[in-house]
């Protein structure tokens, strides 16, 4: 499934997107949770769920993103 939401967004790290994932994981969503409501809500795989929560908390960054969505062809 493609995702929903453009490169400018990705980009910008106060998206309403990436707040969205933030004040999930500050309620404690799990991982699984939070990945499988990207996937829902903005599209994209497995992968590409992981990687925007982690793009949101910090663990990584933007570029790695963009690198493996560019390398599927995003």
Same mark, same amino acid.
């Given at each position: 499934? #493609? !995702?929903? @939401? +453009?490169?400018? &967004?990705?980009? #910008? $790290?106060? =998206? @309403? *997107? ?6 999930? =994981?500050? *309620?404690?969503? &799990?991982? %699984? @949770?939070?990945?499988? $409501?990207?996937?829902?809500?903005? +599209?994209? #795989? =497995?992968? &590409? =769920?992981? !990687?925007?929560?982690? @793009?949101?908390?910090?663990?990584? $960054?933007?570029? *790695? !993103?963009?690198? &493996?969505? *560019? $390398? %599927?062809?995003?």
């Amino acid at each position: 499934m #493609d !995702l929903k @939401v +453009g490169r400018s &967004t990705l980009l #910008d $790290s106060n =998206a @309403v *997107e990436y707040q969205w994932i933030r004040m999930m =994981a500050s *309620e404690g969503c &799990t991982r %699984q @949770v939070i990945n499988a $409501s990207i996937q829902r809500c903005l +599209g994209g #795989d =497995a992968q &590409t =769920a992981d !990687l925007l929560r982690k @793009v949101a908390t910090k663990q990584c $960054s933007v570029n *790695e !993103l963009l690198t &493996t969505l *560019e $390398s %599927q062809h995003y």
